[in-house]
């Protein structure tokens, strides 16, 4: 089992930043691709970034690629999504996920989720 929480959350204008965290508990957090997802009201749930076990590959969706930058730090079984220039349509719940080995676009290959943690931007 891998214990998932993220924080960082929260209330932003359009074009400043925010940095969610993503601690990981439980099994060897380093066997794990990690990912964020996000999902606003009414929508389908939709991959954001995701990262390899070492850290070297990541992977973006176009909406997000270069504002957005994933990064993990296996020593403290933590992973980060640094958030710049916020618009309002990344308005959603932030998930984060791992998934065995390799980084995917898709929820369905990823075993542990995150409860969620909000961000709002406001324009």
């Known amino acids: 089992q891998v214990q998932l929480v993220e924080s960082g959350g929260g209330l932003v204008q359009a074009g400043g930043s925010l940095r969610l965290s993503c601690a990981a508990s439980?099994?060897?957090?380093?066997?794990?691709?990690m990912g964020w997802f996000r999902q606003a009201p009414g929508k389908e749930r939709e991959f954001v970034s995701c990262i390899s076990v070492g850290g070297s590959t990541t992977r973006y969706s176009d909406s997000v690629k270069g504002r957005f930058t994933i990064s993990r730090d296996n020593a403290k079984t933590t992973m980060f999504l640094q958030m710049n220039s916020p618009k309002p349509e990344d308005t959603a719940v932030y998930f984060c996920?791992?998934?065995?080995?390799?980084?995917?676009?898709?929820?369905?290959?990823?075993?542990?989720w995150g409860q969620g943690t909000q961000v709002t931007v406001s324009s």
């Open positions: 439980g099994r060897t957090f380093s066997s794990y691709a």
């Open positions: 996920a791992a998934r065995p080995l390799y980084c995917g676009t898709s929820p369905l290959g990823y075993e542990y």
